[in-house]
């Protein structure tokens, strides 16, 4: 059974940097595409990042390029997302998704989710 499991959530002050965790069991995801979502209150998931099965393509949403880095270990089956410089806005459940295909932006195309990791930046 495929489970993932976020990490590395919590509270932050503005301009402070954490770095997020999502360990995968279940199978093999070497070759798998990872991505991480998050999902503020009162508004829809949207994509934050994604990199490829072989690690070199990597995907950023506009709002956290420069900030942001999506990084994996294949040997741990594990993902992470360092976050650097945040913001308020960047506060939401954070969620990392595999696919069994190249790297994608929409959500509807991951196959397998974790439950997702608070992250909450103060001002």
């Known amino acids: 059974q495929v489970q993932l499991v976020e990490s590395g959530g919590g509270l932050v002050q503005a301009g402070g940097s954490l770095r997020l965790s999502c360990a995968a069991s279940g199978r093999t995801f070497s070759g798998w595409s990872m991505g991480w979502f998050r999902q503020a209150p009162e508004k829809e998931r949207e994509f934050v990042a994604a990199?490829?099965?072989?690690?070199?393509?990597?995907s950023y949403a506009d709002s956290v390029k420069g900030r942001f880095t999506i990084s994996r270990d294949d040997a741990k089956s594990t993902v992470y997302l360092q976050m650097n410089s945040l913001k308020p806005e960047d506060t939401a459940v954070y969620y990392c998704?595999?696919?069994?295909?190249?790297?994608?932006?929409?959500?509807?195309?991951?196959?397998?989710w974790g439950q997702g990791t608070q992250v909450t930046v103060s001002s």
């Open positions: 998704a595999v696919r069994a295909s190249r790297i994608a932006t929409p959500a509807n195309d991951y196959d397998y």
């Open positions: 990199i490829s099965g072989s690690g070199i393509t990597t």
